[in-house]
């Protein structure tokens, strides 16, 4: 019997399988709660305020994420991952997704999340879905401590499609065989790679470029039941990764 099947699902994470960004949520949940260093939290707004003026980009923002995390205890930051997921994340996960995520555990398949967002949030996502892996961005440790160096690669555009590759070539995988399903036009590089792309709630003018390419479409909007996120969490807006 050959392992998984040789076939993995890999599913993005902000804006598809959940229904906003989970490193939006853990910055913001970060700032609100005064976690972050305060030389770090005091330029947060002004941060925001040049990707609002398109002065930063999609990656800068990607890397702005985990880069926050700075001076921090990196057990305190895992704890703070799992109660922002448990108040603030779970019950944004879209149902598509759980029913997917399902679908694929019961067919064998090795199951991936893969996003821009820090890697100690999504591993809270994984661990609810029983995902087998979950490769976000990572800031390195030292002395137990985060630092602001960005362990390559930054999982976005070439990034995620190069760490999928990585996972891929460990399992055996064949991706010729397997699935994405994602809502990212910065993940056309990897909707490439793989046999069986599903874009996921596309903004229109990737879905133009998904029903050009013969791309399957899907819509997953409703959420999980149970509490939701606060409305504040909206205003930090939506950071693709």
């Known amino acids: 019997m050959v392992p998984f099947g040789r076939t993995a699902a890999i599913f993005d994470v902000d804006d598809s399988l959940l229904d906003g960004n989970a490193g939006t949520i853990f910055t913001w949940y970060l700032y609100s709660e005064k976690v972050m260093r305060p030389d770090l939290r005091a330029r947060v707004p002004r941060i925001i305020y040049e990707y ?30 799992a109660t922002c997921f448990q108040r603030h994340i779970r019950k944004r ?15 064998g398949h090795l199951v991936v999340l893969a996003s821009g967002s820090p890697q100690v949030i999504i591993d809270e996502v994984a661990r609810h879905l029983r995902a087998h892996v979950a490769v976000g961005t990572r800031t390195r440790i030292v002395d137990g401590r985060i630092t602001d160096q960005i362990v390559p690669p930054v ?8 760490a999928v590759e990585r996972i891929a070539e460990e399992y055996d995988l064949d ?3 397997s699935f994405l399903y994602s809502d990212s036009v910065a993940d056309v590089p990897l909707f490439e790679t793989v046999g069986n792309p599903v874009v996921v709630n596309p903004k229109q003018s990737f879905r133009a470029v998904a029903e050009e390419r013969g791309w399957e479409v899907a819509e997953w909007r ?12 909206d205003e930090w807006g939506s950071w693709d990764g």
């Open 93 to 107: 996960i879209t149902t598509g997704a759980v029913r997917m995520v399902r679908k694929h555990l019961l067919s």
């Open 52 to 81: 609002a003026r398109k002065r930063l980009s999609e990656q800068d923002m990607v890397e702005v994420g985990s880069r926050c995390h700075e001076g921090l205890r990196a057990d305190e930051v895992r704890a703070h991952a």
């Open 175 to 177: 991706l010729s065989r």
């Open 222 to 233: 409703e959420r999980s039941k149970g509490q939701v996120a606060p409305d504040s969490a």
């Open 155 to 162: 999982v976005f555009r070439e990034g995620k499609r190069a």
